[in-house]
């Protein structure tokens, strides 16, 4: 009777029984380890962009325009590894648990933070935002002289500064 | 409803989660989905990979193939924006690139479906199928937050 | 340590086997102009000039009983005003990598074959001849990787191509496949089925199969491009595992092991031993997936349901251990980014006697059955010598005979510390393949056991590194299907030269041998014993040929399997 090993079979799958989880009447097969979507916090955000370098596909993109910078998330060409979290350096990125993404349009995968940038006491030209420039200069003495001036007047004017001083 | 699986380059991940949906876990031929051979006879495209410049052509007349309505799942972050490597060489871009091409062949895709993840889970996948059915509203929506700048 | 005959070897990949080997070669290779050094890790490099490339290949592959790994070709104009040949071949017995380095002259790029003396450089030769564009002299070449309608002349992986370079396609002349292989037999007008998304022809007379061609590299995604140009070191981990979905975290270890062999980065031990776990784990997932699919195509669909059944506990551990079912993301250069702490360990025992009872009792059921035994025995064998000439690699060699495994020949990560056996089998047919892999279950399941018992304490990464220019490494690792090597030559901010060769790209020349004078219908099961990385459509066009005619084409749909080929 060796030749009918193979109806063990039977005994194999009554013991299994039925393990299919009735996924959307059921919840999904989830541990607490799972990477999903991410959510980045307006409050705490300050568009440095760190989170825009690192990215592997560009699904965080960093956009000037105008008179906003916008940080963009394109859920779309997320690759869920979790990298922007661990960058940013104001924690401003979580890793939610959300898979259930799926959308009719890549318009609505889009998530926008959009920043203000500050405009140049000289030259008018917006260039940074606002909570950035008080984030990087927060603890450099000082710094309330030039904060609100773009890079290239601050040149200029470090320029004439050195020259006056040169020339007497 | 009866599925096509066409894969246009990726790495398989997306691939083996599709099968996966058919296993005993995920099982969805309780949804009456069934897996078929020839595009001839498919409903719905399950598509993944970001589509190379070799499986073009291929592609496309695969897609020719389904008789309206022609509706298309776009499974995995290849499909849905060209993944890791959307600007590489070789690589058209995922299905937002196909459809442009799409057009100039005259080809009409109906209905499209976008499902994130990489890979995208089965029960993902799932969602992404009762989406296309119309049975829930897409929980995902365009966000602009503006921030404060104090 | 004892060898498998019961001899006292030299310990692999240490100091004194590296020497031993260096002075072999200086000893044999006396009376050629060559350079030899060491570079990091358990690479010995030989710069030869390119006439004498064919007598130290003949050296080193057949006097030392080396075998081919892969080669690179690479553009180092803008460092030292020359191309570069790498051909890598490795000394099993020792441990150790033979690189050798070939300049080639920017004003005549060519450079000797070798695929004579070493049939298992035969592909890599065509790749670099694609994608560098060193010529090769003294065999027929044809285009391999790069797709039909690229224009001649851009070379992608030259320096000074941008990565995102799209040019328009180039009508060809549709050439038939069969016009290569066999030329004299007409075909006649261009035939439709030819030109559909298939993977490999099979010509047959009756229903026995005389041929085989394949015709892959759909998947080229410009992946080594893209690590040479556009990211990052710290980005490339990622990239590096979504080469294949199923066998991912190999690729993605054997990147950071080559960047912190080439920078002498000290991993820390815990990090070893959590990369080996997980590793193990995909080896788990990766065969269970694999005996599904085998079931499958064999028609016994409830072995398939069955399989999967416990491989879905498997991806739900990994998910519990690294955050994903599938591209794991936790490698890091420096170490991994996250923990397997204790209160997991109960888990993964859990889990892994659910699926040691389970495969077992699966095995019993299938090799009970009369029907998937038989059509296993005996039907696409690979003998000993072909397999060796062919340099195949993983489960195909083991059961071919050959005792080949990179955890043993060139011990990595936390491999020294466990104790495990690798199955072998002579007979070189399916049915020894798919016991390989079944016992390779078993063997992975004892070894995370042993490992999770004796995992030390400490950082699982390193924060602080440099990398210094200029220096090759290599890596390499035992993924489910086979050997994966990684080649790497570092850069300022990214790799100057990243060259992945996956095991099923060494595997698959090897199915010409595996399918000549096989029945038609062993076919399928076959093409999937080698465990292609399967992502590609499901149809076979057979090829009838009588007589120097062909008679008939026609499509045979074979379910869910069929290609692999090269992934990057």
């Given at each position: 009777m060796v030749k009918l090993k193979f109806v063990k079979l039977i005994t194999v799958a009554r013991k299994a029984g039925t393990v299919t989880r009735r996924y959307p009447f059921e919840g999904p097969l989830l541990t607490e380890e799972f990477r999903g979507e991410v959510r980045l916090d307006p409050e705490k955000c300050i568009g440095c962009g760190a989170c825009t370098i690192i990215c592997p596909p560009n699904a965080l993109t960093l956009h000037d325009e105008g008179e906003v910078r916008v940080i963009r998330y394109f859920v779309g060409r997320c690759i869920f590894c979790g990298?922007?979290?661990?960058?940013?350096?104001?924690?401003?990125?979580?890793?939610?648990?959300?898979?259930?993404?799926?959308?009719?349009?890549?318009?609505?995968?889009?998530?926008?933070?959009?920043?203000?940038?500050?405009?140049?006491?000289?030259?008018?030209?917006?260039f940074l935002p606002a909570k950035l420039l008080k984030a990087a200069n927060s603890d450099v003495p000082g710094s309330e002289n030039y904060i609100d001036i773009c890079p290239e007047c601050r040149i200029k004017i470090g320029l004439k500064s050195i020259l006056e001083h040169k020339l007497g | 409803m009866w599925v096509f699986h066409l894969n246009s380059g990726s790495c398989n991940g997306c691939d083996i989660e599709v099968l996966d949906a058919l296993t005993p876990y995920f099982d969805v031929e309780r949804f009456g989905i069934k897996l078929v051979a020839s595009p001839r006879h498919a409903d719905v495209v399950l598509f993944t990979g970001p589509i190379t410049r070799e499986t073009l052509p291929k592609v496309v007349r695969a897609l020719r193939a389904m008789p309206r309505p022609r509706m298309v799942l776009a499974i995995g972050s290849c499909a849905v924006g060209g993944g890791i490597w959307h600007d590489s060489y070789n690589v058209i871009g995922g299905y937002p690139a196909l459809e442009k091409i799409l057009k100039k062949e005259g080809i009409v895709i109906d209905k499209v479906v976008f499902v994130p993840g990489c890979p995208a889970r089965p029960e993902a996948i799932i969602y992404g199928v009762l989406v296309m059915l119309g049975v829930v509203e897409p929980k995902s929506k365009r966000e602009v937050y503006k921030v404060e700048s104090k | 340590?004892?060898?498998?005959?019961?001899?006292?070897?030299?310990?692999?990949?240490?100091?004194?086997?590296?020497?031993?080997?260096?002075?072999?070669?200086?000893?044999?290779?006396?009376?050629?102009?060559?350079?030899?050094?060491?570079?990091?890790?358990?690479?010995?490099?030989?710069?030869?000039?390119?006439?004498?490339?064919?007598?130290?290949?003949?050296?080193?592959?057949?006097?030392?009983?080396?075998?081919?790994?892969?080669?690179?070709?690479?553009?180092?104009?803008?460092?030292?005003?020359?191309?570069a040949v790498y051909h890598i071949l490795g000394l099993d017995n020792y441990g150790a990598n033979v690189v050798i380095k070939v300049p080639v002259p920017e004003d005549d790029v060519k450079v000797p074959t070798i695929a004579d003396i070493a049939p298992g450089a035969g592909w890599c030769e065509l790749e670099f001849r694609d994608l560098v564009g060193i010529d090769l002299s003294g065999r027929p070449t044809h285009r391999l990787v790069l797709p039909d309608d690229w224009p001649d002349g851009l070379y992608p992986l030259r320096r000074d191509v941008p990565y995102g370079i799209r040019p328009p396609p180039v009508k060809r002349e549709e050439v038939s496949l069969i016009e290569i292989e066999r030329p004299g037999i007409p075909v006649g007008p261009y035939h439709p089925a030819l030109h559909e998304p298939e993977y490999f022809e099979l010509y047959v007379e009756g229903e026995t199969v005389v041929d085989v061609r394949y015709r892959g590299f759909h998947i080229h995604r410009g992946i080594e491009k893209l690590g040479e140009s556009k990211l990052t070191y710290k980005q490339i981990p990622f990239i590096a595992e979504r080469i294949c979905g199923i066998c991912g975290f190999v690729h993605s270890c054997c990147y950071v092991m080559a960047v912190e062999k080439a920078a002498g980065i000290d991993v820390p031990e815990r990090a070893d031993y959590i990369r080996t776990i997980v590793l193990e784990v995909e080896r788990i997932h990766s065969h269970l997936l694999w005996l599904g699919v085998a079931c499958h195509v064999l028609g016994y669909d409830a072995g398939f349901m069955h399989t999967w059944r416990i491989r879905e506990k498997v991806m739900a551990l990994a998910e519990y251990l690294t955050g994903s079912r599938k591209t794991y993301g936790i490698n890091i250069i420096g170490g991994v980014r996250k923990d397997i702490n204790k209160e997991k360990v109960p888990k993964v025992l859990e889990v892994l006697d659910y699926v040691e009872k389970g495969t077992k009792n699966l095995a019993d059921v299938l090799f009970s059955v009369p029907e998937v035994v038989k059509r296993l025995t005996g039907t696409g064998k690979l003998y000993r010598e072909e397999?060796?000439?062919?340099?195949?690699?993983?489960?195909?060699?083991?059961a071919s005979g050959l005792y080949r495994d990179v955890r043993k020949d060139y011990p990595y990560l936390a491999y020294r510390d466990a104790t495990f056996k690798v199955p072998l089998y002579t007979e070189g047919d399916n049915l020894s393949r798919t016991l390989v892999r079944v016992e390779e279950i078993f063997e992975s399941i004892s070894i995370i056991r042993q490992l999770l018992d004796r995992m030390p304490g400490g950082d699982i990464k390193v924060e602080e590194y440099e990398i210094p220019l200029g220096r090759v490494a290599t890596a390499s690792a035992e993924a489910p299907r086979g050997e994966d090597i990684h080649f790497l030559i570092t850069g300022r901010g990214r790799p100057y030269r990243w060259k992945v060769r996956a095991p099923t790209y060494q595997n698959i020349p090897a199915l010409r041998a595996m399918l000549r004078d096989q029945q038609l219908a062993d076919a399928p099961i076959?093409?999937?014993?080698?465990?292609?990385?399967?992502?590609?459509?499901?149809?076979?066009?057979?090829?009838?040929?009588?007589?120097?005619?062909?008679?008939?084409?026609?499509?045979?749909?074979?379910?869910?399997?069929?290609g692999g080929g090269r992934r990057w």
């Open positions: 990298m922007c979290a661990e960058v940013c350096p104001t924690q401003a990125i979580t890793i939610t648990k959300e898979f259930e993404l799926a959308a009719p349009t890549t318009e609505q995968l889009l998530r926008d933070l959009v920043h203000e940038r500050v405009k140049c006491r000289i030259c008018g030209k917006p | - | 340590m004892i060898d498998k005959h019961g001899e006292e070897q030299i310990e692999r990949s240490s100091e004194e086997a590296l020497a031993y080997v260096e002075s072999l070669i200086k000893e044999k290779l006396a009376d050629i102009p060559i350079k030899v050094y060491r570079a990091a890790g358990e690479n010995i490099i030989v710069e030869v000039p390119r006439e004498y490339l064919r007598n130290v290949a003949k050296v080193v592959h057949d006097d030392l009983d080396a075998y081919v790994r892969t080669c690179a070709g690479c553009d180092e104009r803008e460092v030292a005003g020359i191309y397999a060796r000439k062919l340099s195949v690699v993983g489960p195909v060699a083991r076959t093409i999937a014993s080698i465990d292609p990385c399967f992502s590609c459509t499901d149809r076979l066009v057979v090829v009838e040929v009588s007589g120097g005619r062909v008679q008939r084409v026609r499509r045979i749909n074979l379910v869910r399997l069929v």
